[in-house]
């Protein structure tokens, strides 16, 4: 049997731990905001909703969370900065017996954020090139930018970091 906490509110690592711990067969998780971020750190999102409520389940539950970046607001996901939203949703899946580990790296969230009236507004492409154009991941980055985090046209948080022999912006 598994046994399913709830997890609203949780740090997204230590809600798929606890997960696995107690049976999950599977976990997976989307951007609860329509900016299609890709996890890429675990420990820097987390659970707003889930698919399966709190209760004992069969072990092949699987669960299903919705999440932002942990100093986001669930009941006020971010959008683009162009009030559009962009297509589909990045998330990920953890199966029993895929590694939960997050590796290292920066706390900072997809995108700058800055408050004003209580509201919280996501900057798309918060760092631009020299033409004023948006990043994407493989490009070259400027030697300035090495460490700077940024997101690309579609809210991914990309990094500037040497890569493939050179300073390039990844995921």
């Not at 092949?60 to 009030?83: M, Q, W, Y």
């Not at 029993?96 to 408050?115: K, Q």
Request: aromatic share 6%; glycine share 14%.
């Amino acid at each position: 049997m598994a046994t399913v906490s709830d997890y609203t509110g949780w740090n997204l690592r230590k809600a798929v731990a606890d997960a696995r711990e107690h049976h999950v067969k599977s976990v997976s998780y989307a951007d609860a905001s329509r900016l299609g971020r890709s996890v890429l750190h675990t420990t820097n999102w987390k659970v707003c909703s889930q698919s399966r409520s709190a209760g004992t389940y069969s072990t092949a539950t699987k669960l299903a969370f919705k999440i932002v970046v942990a100093n986001e607001s669930c009941a006020h996901p971010p959008r683009s900065s162009s009030g559009g939203t962009s297509g589909g949703t990045s998330g990920g899946t953890s199966s029993s017996g895929a590694s939960s580990s997050s590796g290292g790296g920066s706390s900072s969230s997809g995108g700058s954020t800055s408050t004003g009236g209580g509201s919280t507004t996501t900057q798309v492409c918060s760092i631009r090139s020299n033409a004023g154009n948006c990043y994407h991941a493989g490009q070259f980055c400027r030697n300035a930018d090495v460490g700077a985090t940024t997101t690309d046209a579609a809210g991914r948080r990309i990094t500037c970091g040497y890569q493939a022999n050179a300073n390039r912006w990844h995921y």
